[in-house]
């Protein structure tokens, strides 16, 4: 029994694993892994660059600081330049990392494309890809020379080394490139290797130090251009804003054919308002002769003499109250409000508006609702009566000019030039004497115009003579009284609580005595009719205050 259990024991017992050991290797018949495409150089190239960083701590890596590398990268094809978008991935990558493949079927390989980490600066920005806008890309007093010794014998056609540092120590960017090339599409770069030539005697690298550099990123993009076949097709991918820049480091090493490329791409696409500030800066700084900037600059100025801002907002101001649709004509107001604004964004250094033309236009809606309520009184001549509208209603016709004269008060409030309208509204005796014997249901559009002086006086917002104020509160007070009633019942964005306040409001602005007669026929009004009365209760007891508790010191000051 017990041998049976031991050897079921033993049975069951299991050997631990022997470690193998498997021979890493490629795809059926390769023996090692086959050459990479991307690690294959021809010779052919004509341009490689890296990218240099220095690092002043080392406090947050895992592994001791090692030596500066330079890593570079040969040119895969003609038309993409490295560390071009289209090959980003090979600008930073290792040899190594692109020699990595994916197994797809037997006899087929595929490479894998990898990101690899951008080197950074100390300051945690990219060498290669900083966001400031760059203002000289270039300065005159270029340096050349002071770049790392360099194995001349494998330099193929790349032999110029152009080392780009970034302002205020923000990097550096070494790009190699063919001096064939560079001299052939600038003439700053041309002068500059001729000059390194003729002075130091050499036939081998020429290298040449560009300081202060807003923009490392932009400034190789634009280098790229040169040996990119199809630049327009390079810019439309990047988009107006980064064409931009690359213009103004175009512009600054005289590269022509960039130049007229960025102008083309410029004058036919829209520009953001960021945009369209950015080339406003742009053409201060830089004269650009190609026929395509005076199209650019045509649609950033005036070329040529036009009506000025005044005449336009004349124009304006006709056309939006001669509009035949209401709904269009409230949409215009809205706008050309917004734009004649004090606060408005798109006021510039303009001159202000002409008062006569406002007031011009002011005077034409006047004429206009004196006729229109002669023509409902029956009593407005053949020759009077108002051929606009001829088929809408009365009321509509009134209320639409009442409403171009509160738009056009708002305008002048908004640019301190109202004290006129009021002295204006209070000359209206014809206006005044037929709202006594017309219909309510078109009178009280009258007391909407009231209703805007009034509470501009009583908000602070209107200031003007109290003579101005005496002869509008006593022309339009009254009338005002009557309609109460019919603007709670069609307000019309009315604010009901601020025009009762601001009733009271004007009132007390008055002298003493004329509070008194105003404030007497409120009283008697108010206790015939109520609620279809503003109630200036508030106002009311503040006279009272002024006038009575405190009259009898008044009285012994001015005895004595």
């Not at 000059?195 to 550099?213: F, H, M, Q, W």
């Not at 001669?322 to 604004?341: P, R």
């Not at 602005?509 to 009004?525: G, N, R, S, V």
Request: aromatic content about 8%.
């Amino acid at each position: 029994m017990h041998d049976s259990t031991s050897t079921s024991r033993h049975r069951h017992r299991r050997e631990p694993p022997q470690p193998t050991h498997r021979r890493r290797s490629w795809c059926c018949s390769f023996a090692v892994p086959p050459q990479s495409p991307e690690n294959h150089y021809d010779g052919g190239g004509k341009t490689r660059y890296c990218v240099s960083t220095r690092s002043q701590s080392s406090k947050h890596l895992r592994n001791p600081p090692t030596p500066k590398k330079t890593e570079m990268h040969p040119k895969s094809s003609h038309n993409s330049f490295p560390n071009s978008p289209q090959s980003q991935a090979s600008t930073t990558s290792s040899s190594s990392k692109l020699g990595l493949r994916k197994i797809l079927s037997p006899g087929r390989v595929s490479p894998i494309e990898e990101p690899a980490p951008v080197p950074t600066t100390t300051k945690g920005r990219t060498a290669s890809s900083l966001t400031e806008v760059p203002k000289s890309p270039m300065r005159d007093d270029c340096s050349c020379g002071g770049a790392e010794a360099d194995d001349e014998g494998s330099l193929g056609n790349f032999d110029v080394r152009l080392n780009l540092k970034a302002r205020n120590g923000g990097g550096s960017l070494i790009l190699e490139l063919s001096s064939v090339v560079l001299a052939a599409n600038s003439s700053v770069f041309a002068g500059l290797i001729a000059d390194y030539r003729t002075n130091s005697n050499a036939k081998g690298l020429c290298r040449i130090e560009v300081p202060d550099v807003d923009n490392l990123g932009v400034f190789r993009e634009t280098i790229e251009l040169m040996f990119d076949e199809d630049i327009p097709k390079k810019l439309v991918k990047i988009g107006p804003f980064r064409a931009i820049d690359m213009l103004e480091v175009a512009a600054g090493i005289k590269f022509v054919r960039g130049v007229s490329s960025c102008l083309k791409f410029l004058e036919a696409v829209p520009w953001t308002e960021e945009e369209e500030e950015k080339l406003r800066v742009l053409f201060t700084k830089y004269k650009f002769d190609d026929g395509t900037s005076r199209d650019i600059l045509a649609r950033l100025y005036a070329l040529e003499s036009v009506d000025s801002q005044q005449t336009m907002a004349r124009q304006l101001l006709w056309s939006i109250i001669t509009c035949a649709d209401t709904n269009a004509g409230n949409e215009l107001k809205s706008l050309v409000k917004g734009l004649l604004s004090k606060s408005s964004v798109y006021e510039k250094d303009y001159d202000d508006i002409e008062r006569d033309d406002i007031f011009a236009v002011c005077q034409s809606c006047l004429s206009s609702l004196i006729n229109l309520f002669e023509e409902a009184s029956g009593t407005a001549q053949s020759e009077k009566l108002v051929k606009q509208d001829k088929g809408k209603p009365m009321i509509e016709r009134i209320s639409k000019q009442v409403d171009n004269l509160n738009w056009l008060f708002e305008i002048l409030l908004d640019h301190q030039m109202a004290e006129e309208m009021v002295d204006m509204w209070a000359d209206q005796a014809d206006l005044i004497r037929m709202h006594e014997s017309s219909s309510p249901m078109i009178r009280y559009e009258l007391s909407r115009v009231s209703a805007m002086l009034f509470i501009a006086l009583g908000t602070r917002k209107l200031h003007c003579p109290s003579d101005s104020r005496l002869s509008l509160l006593s022309a339009w007070f009254r009338p005002m009284l009557l309609d109460f009633g019919w603007l709670q019942r069609c307000k019309k964005g009315l604010d009901m609580k601020a025009l009762e306040e601001a009733m009271g409001q004007a009132l007390l602005t008055l002298p003493l005595k004329e509070q008194y007669t105003l404030f007497m026929d409120w009283f008697c009004y108010f206790s015939k009719h109520g609620t279809e009365c503003p109630n200036l209760s508030k106002a009311f007891q503040i006279w009272w205050r002024r006038s009575f508790l405190r009259g009898s010191e008044t009285y012994a000051i001015e005895s004595r």
